[in-house]
């Protein structure tokens, strides 16, 4: 039985195979198109369509987005929420308005605010260790900053009078 040009292009749909590799699987496989299929894998000879990379990048990236609107941004202070956006959102806004982020992070430490990221279950994401450290360390600077301007400013006036 001869190879058929039609058996050739399904081949080639089914593996992204060129004309030369569908033509020989056929050919070495009895014109079995499984067989075919089978010798094309063992050959390593079956390529990834540009097609499934697209829709793997476009699901992976679903998938991300998905995560990043379920899992919250939170700045608290006092227990209280003052920011609760999804993650999404808060990336969106950190590129957009950089320079408000650049500035409110930072502010929002110095001023006793807590940053946490919750995810979709509650549970607080490990970053929230680092969140931890780094604003505890930066109130621990602050409160010694203003302990040592109110004993300069106490020593200024004091030694004014």
Partial sequence: MSITLEQIDLLRERANASYQDAKEAL????NN????LVYLEKENKIKASPKTCDRRF???AKYIVKKGNETKFIIKKDNNNIINLPVTAAIIIGVVATPVAIIGIPVALLTNHRIKIEKENGEEAQ?????????????????MLSKECRKQNDDKNGSNL
Wanted: charged residues 35%.
């Fill in 58 to 60: 476009i699901e992976r």
């Fill in 33 to 36: 198109l499984v067989e075919a």
């Fill in 27 to 30: 050919e070495k496989s009895n």
């Fill in 127 to 143: 970053v929230n260790k680092i969140f931890d450290t780094v604003s505890d360390k930066v109130n621990s600077m602050a409160d």
